[in-house]
């Protein structure tokens, strides 16, 4: 992968966890160049991103220092996606990420071509959360 693009996979990551771009200039930004998907997982602290051909860079995320919960509650991790889509008073990405990990996410693919993202749980129950139109 060239270094234009793993910095933009950088500078879009700790967009998202200092709060300085939101979810859609992110994905607008990552597909301008090239990514079609990421994912972000919980257990491991990483976030990677994807291009078409296959070629992809993992880059160490937000550590949650919670574990995630053993069951997933899809009305918890729904009511963490609003608030998010709704920027509410006092949300931040890192909020975000403890919420979801308490409500059992262990992680999420977010697909550009597709539109959506998918969040997963220790269970591998799932979540599909479509982009708003």
Same mark, same amino acid.
Do not use: W
């Given at each position: 992968?060239?270094?234009?693009?793993?910095? #933009? +996979?950088?500078?879009?990551?700790?967009?998202?966890?200092?709060?300085?771009?939101?979810?859609?200039?992110?994905?607008?930004?990552?597909?301008?160049?090239?990514?079609?998907?990421?994912?972000?997982?919980?257990?491991?602290?990483?976030?990677?991103?994807?291009?078409?051909?296959?070629?992809?860079?993992? &880059?160490?995320? &937000?550590?949650?220092?919670?574990?995630?919960?053993?069951?997933?509650?899809?009305?918890?991790?729904?009511?963490?996606?609003?608030?998010?889509?709704?920027?509410?008073?006092?949300?931040?990405?890192?909020?975000?990420? *403890?919420?979801?990990? +308490? +409500?059992?996410?262990?992680?999420?693919?977010?697909?550009? #071509?597709? *539109?959506?993202? &998918?969040?997963?749980? *220790?269970?591998?129950?799932?979540?599909?959360?479509?982009?708003?139109?």
């Amino acid at each position: 992968m060239d270094e234009r693009r793993q910095t #933009t +996979a950088r500078t879009c990551l700790e967009a998202a966890e200092h709060g300085t771009m939101a979810f859609p200039e992110i994905v607008a930004t990552l597909a301008a160049a090239g990514f079609e998907s990421y994912a972000v997982d919980f257990r491991r602290a990483t976030a990677t991103y994807y291009l078409p051909d296959g070629d992809s860079i993992a &880059l160490p995320s &937000l550590r949650v220092e919670e574990p995630v919960a053993a069951m997933f509650d899809t009305a918890r991790v729904r009511a963490a996606i609003r608030e998010a889509q709704q920027n509410a008073p006092g949300y931040t990405y890192a909020g975000f990420c *403890r919420k979801v990990v +308490a +409500a059992g996410c262990a992680g999420y693919v977010v697909s550009f #071509t597709g *539109r959506r993202a &998918l969040y997963v749980g *220790r269970t591998a129950e799932t979540h599909v959360e479509h982009f708003p139109r």
